[in-house]
């Protein structure tokens, strides 16, 4: 049901974002009729939206309850489906790759708005805060056999500023938020992938978070841009 589900959710993304390619070509051309159908499409698409990251939310309140109680005591069985990874360590394929980045996009855009930080969803990976910046949050597993355990992307030229979401293990992620500053000094710099994607190679040196860039610049470190505490998202387990 769990695969189930994440290919339901990946194919109303996917539909999502292609009503906003819609309504901005309808609002260019002036076609008050599809514009208006595909307003009210979004507007019930984003109350579908807030509803299932509340959902998300008591989700993973009830993982986390349960488990701390498994791990109180060792009498309780420990479910097969309530572990994952290998050693502790989650890849991309073990929830699947983007259900998991949705999980953790969701539990740092929940995080936000308990903040008093809302962010309004434009695109699967890109949202819009208050002070009007597009921001990329994207998610990479953690491969240790590599240099840099953390791989992300993002489309050039669509986003601002970035939160890169490294899942250190299995119910946590650490947060590194990239603000426009940065890139206005080292976008030039980064690396270049296919489909005008900028690559962001992450790993650490001497125990902080650092980006690795292609010479002559080499590691930056973003320690400064790092949160002090990870961010707790539990994998989901749907029953």
């Known amino acids: ?58 989700v993973n309140k009830l993982t986390h309850e349960r488990n701390s109680a498994i791990n109180e005591n060792p009498l309780i069985e420990r479910p097969a489906s309530l572990s994952s990874g290998v050693n502790g360590i989650v890849s991309s394929d073990d929830s699947g ?8 996009r969701g539990a740092f855009f929940d995080r936000e708005r308990k903040l008093g930080n809302p962010l ?36 050039e030229g669509q986003f601002d500023e970035a939160v890169l979401l490294c899942e250190i293990n299995n119910d946590l992620v650490q947060v590194i938020h990239l603000p426009k500053t940065f890139f206005d000094r080292y976008a030039k710099q980064m690396s270049r992938g296919k489909k005008r994607r900028i690559m962001f190679n992450v790993g650490k040196r001497n125990g902080d978070f650092s ?29």
């Open 1 to 58: 049901m769990n695969k189930e589900w994440a290919s339901i959710w990946t194919n109303f993304q996917a539909l999502v974002d292609e009503v906003h390619k819609e309504a901005e070509t309808a609002a260019r051309k002036k076609q008050t009729d599809k514009l208006l159908e595909a307003t009210d499409f979004l507007r019930r698409a984003q109350e579908l939206e807030t509803r299932n990251l509340e959902l998300l939310r008591h």
């Open 97 to 104: 790759g983007k259900p998991r980045a949705s999980e953790c």
């Open 120 to 155: 309004k969803r434009l695109r699967c990976s890109y949202f819009k805060n208050a002070a009007g910046l597009t921001i990329g949050i994207t998610w990479s597993s953690e491969d240790k056999d590599k240099r840099c355990p953390w791989f992300f992307n993002l489309l």
């Open 211 to 239: 980006l690795q860039l292609p010479n002559p610049v080499g590691w930056v470190d973003v320690s400064n841009y790092t949160e002090k505490e990870p961010l707790l998202c539990p994998h989901l387990e749907f029953v």
